[in-house]
């Protein structure tokens, strides 16, 4: 294929706004809305490649303005090169805005999305095929027991096997939560995820009060502040179940400063937080210290989630799945993607690159 068939004429973003179901509330703050960015890649082909922007300001800094203006910068270096070498192109676009993650990781999606049809190959191919599919756990946001219960009852409905729980509102809060759960979703393993909202004696507290309840915790994600490693550590040496590293880890280099230390036993790769390329080298790195893999997302519509399942269905590996923020949203605007099969997202029936599209566009596959 000539690099003139895969060469960029234009690259287009426009505010992706959808409304939640209800409002999400976790440690670090409380979303109403969904407020992103839909990327458009278009080649010399004729191949339409689409991407999402996911800013969660607690977390990478960004908003949807921050994106927007960052892109404005962007989309002009690439007018003219060829998305083949969306490698390349993510290399150089890192070294230029290296704190705007989420508006490279979105640029970058667009990329492989539009590279990735004009090869028509579907991405969890291209990244090694290893499945074709994902199983996800459902997330029950900061709320109260009894409403905490009837989520939990509803999931369960659905066939999931693993719920995750928001925590850090306080230890008699995260219990009685924590405890309805239990109840509504008996069968359920159940994970912890605290955004930062404990210290790490509480959170070694939590989990003791938890374990004395008769409830095992599957998994804990980042109980205290991204920049505490050496409480994460503390946690993981004393709380007894596996713990996840999330807002600890942007880069391969927090990686290996977690592993130098063995602060935990978990990594979880948000695209939003590296871009794909660098969350393949976090995968790379995890492998060599033997951290286990974990794949999540910000509060992202369908087509970036589905965008990360292709990522972890196709690198494989992956012991904790996290991609269920679509099922909050009160609104579905793209066409295709996965198909969902209660907790499990199927791959096989996409032809070429991610395979969704906003409703009402074209597809932009290669004819």
Not at 173 to 182: N, Y
């Given at each position: 294929m000539s690099s003139l068939a895969t060469r960029i004429v234009s690259v287009d973003f426009e505010p992706l706004?959808?409304?939640?179901?209800?409002?999400?509330?976790?440690?670090?703050?409380?979303?109403?809305?969904?407020?992103?960015?839909?990327?458009?890649?278009?080649?010399?082909?004729?191949?339409?490649?689409?991407?999402?922007?996911?800013?969660?300001?607690?977390?990478?800094?960004?908003?949807?303005?921050?994106?927007?203006?960052?892109l404005g910068s962007l989309a002009p270096?690439?007018?003219?090169?060829?998305?083949?070498?969306?490698?390349?192109?993510?290399?150089e676009l890192a070294g230029l805005f290296s704190m705007q993650a989420a508006a490279r990781a979105g640029l970058e999606m667009a990329l492989l999305d539009a590279a990735t049809k004009s090869m028509r190959v579907p991405m969890y191919k291209f990244f090694g095929g290893m499945t074709?599919?994902?199983?996800?756990?459902?997330?029950?946001?900061i709320v109260e027991p009894d409403r905490a219960r009837e989520l939990a009852q509803g999931i369960t409905a659905q066939g999931v096997r693993f719920i995750k729980i928001k925590v850090g509102s306080g230890l008699d809060?995260?219990?009685?939560?924590?405890?309805?759960?239990?109840?509504?979703?008996?069968?359920?393993?159940?994970?912890l995820d605290a955004n930062q909202g404990y210290s790490a004696p509480e959170a070694v507290e939590l989990l003791r009060e938890l374990r004395d309840r008769g409830i095992r915790v599957r998994l804990f994600e980042q109980?205290?502040?991204?920049?505490?490693?050496?409480?994460?550590?503390?946690?993981?040496?004393?709380?007894?179940?596996?713990?996840?590293?999330?807002?600890?880890?942007?880069?391969?280099?927090?990686?290996?400063?977690?592993?130098?230390?063995?602060a935990a036993?978990?990594?979880?790769?948000k695209l939003m937080k590296s871009g794909l390329v660098e969350g393949m080298d976090i995968a790379a790195v995890c492998r060599a210290a033997h951290i286990r893999l974990m794949i999540g997302g910000?509060?992202?519509?369908?087509l970036a989630m589905c965008c990360s399942a292709h990522f972890a269905a196709g690198n494989g590996g992956f012991d904790y799945i996290d991609l269920d923020t679509p099922f909050l949203l009160a609104e579905d605007p793209f066409e295709g993607g996965y198909r969902v099969e209660g907790p499990i997202y199927h791959l096989s029936h996409i032809q070429a690159g991610i395979g969704c599209w906003p409703k009402g566009r074209p597809s932009g596959m290669l004819e």
């Open positions: 706004d959808i409304p939640l179901i209800e409002p999400f509330v976790i440690a670090i703050g409380r979303l109403d809305h969904v407020r992103n960015v839909l990327i458009t890649v278009t080649l010399e082909n004729g191949v339409i490649g689409y991407g999402e922007a996911a800013p969660l300001e607690p977390i990478n800094g960004e908003n949807q303005a921050t994106v927007l203006a960052t270096l690439l007018a003219g090169r060829d998305a083949l070498e969306w490698r390349q192109l993510s290399r074709d599919r994902v199983e996800t756990d459902i997330s029950i946001p809060a995260d219990i009685a939560r924590t405890l309805a759960v239990r109840e509504g979703a008996p069968d359920c393993e159940i994970q109980p205290v502040p991204k920049h505490d490693r050496l409480g994460l550590k503390f946690v993981t040496e004393q709380g007894r179940v596996p713990v996840a590293a999330d807002e600890t880890v942007f880069g391969a280099y927090d990686v290996l400063e977690l592993a130098h230390i063995g036993n978990v990594v979880n790769i910000m509060i992202e519509s369908k």
